[in-house]
């Protein structure tokens, strides 16, 4: 059976633009009124593009030093400035090649020229789940008001629901031990760092909105994280029983049941 073709994929920013290799140096660049290169791939597809300031093979010496692409697109998100949104890419590194990292990230691959081919789905920068989780987090900031209305509903019970349920998601480390290792063996890792931000970020935004008050709103950002941690590995938390119980935890099954409508 022939190998499947290895496809490789390079993030942009929004607008198209390569981010630059380094953000510090960018940052003190852009802090002199320097200008900081790039090159914008939306302007490319179907084109040979060279690097237009090629650093040394393959060191951070610039503050854009290379293209640098990738072959496990869950792990993309690590070399973005704001981590989302972006534009995804599939390319075709050319001529020489390097990854400095070595076995601890062989996913990376650094050129100085390549190919885009095609503009692609950027949800693909969550891994193959990403659609499914985009659509939960667009859901987040209504699940959030939600919650913090069960909250000032009923806050006897629901304390009570959510209290059980945060020790329990503590004893097991579901969050962090089991989505935190399963992201990193998928190579998911990126994908979890950044999904974890942008849920927190929108379940902080609306509950603080709804009124809720900061213990509700520990127990809610806590919630949200859960969720899209389940979300994005529920194909890597499954095998057993106690899995299972993991990645239900993670989900948030328990308080689904045991809320008030």
């Given at each position: 059976m022939a190998a499947r073709p290895t496809t490789y994929y390079i993030a942009t920013r929004p607008d198209g633009t390569?981010?630059?290799?380094?953000?510090?140096?960018?940052?003190?660049?852009t802090a002199r009124g320097e200008t900081v290169p790039t090159i914008n791939l939306a302007d490319r597809i179907g084109q040979i593009v060279n690097h237009p300031s090629p650093g040394q093979r393959w060191h951070t010496d610039k503050v854009f030093s290379y293209f640098h692409t990738y072959t496990a697109p869950g792990e993309i998100l690590e070399t973005i400035e704001e981590g989302w949104p972006i534009r995804l890419w599939i390319a075709e590194p050319l001529g020489e090649t390097g990854n400095p990292a070595g076995?601890?990230?062989p996913y990376w691959l650094m050129t100085h020229q390549l190919r885009v081919v095609q503009e692609t789905e950027a949800w693909r920068a969550f891994g193959h789940r990403g659609a499914r989780v985009l659509a939960v987090l667009a859901q987040l900031p209504?699940?959030?008001r939600q919650w913090a209305t069960e909250w000032a509903t009923d806050p006897h019970d629901t304390r009570r629901a959510y209290a059980a349920w945060t020790q329990r998601v503590h004893v097991t480390h579901a969050l962090?031990?089991?989505a935190y290792f399963r992201a990193q063996y998928s190579r998911r890792a990126a994908a979890r760092t950044v999904a974890d931000q942008l849920a927190d970020t929108a379940a902080t935004q609306a509950a603080t909105a709804a009124g809720a008050d900061p213990e509700a709103l520990a127990a809610i950002r806590l919630r949200a994280r859960c969720l899209i941690a389940g979300e994005l590995l529920h194909d890597r938390i499954?095998?057993?029983d106690y899995e299972k119980e993991i990645r239900a935890l993670l989900l948030g099954t328990q308080l689904n049941a045991s809320v008030p409508a």
């Open positions: 390569v981010p630059p290799t380094c953000y510090d140096q960018a940052r003190q660049a076995s601890r990230h209504d699940a959030a962090d031990w089991w499954h095998t057993g």
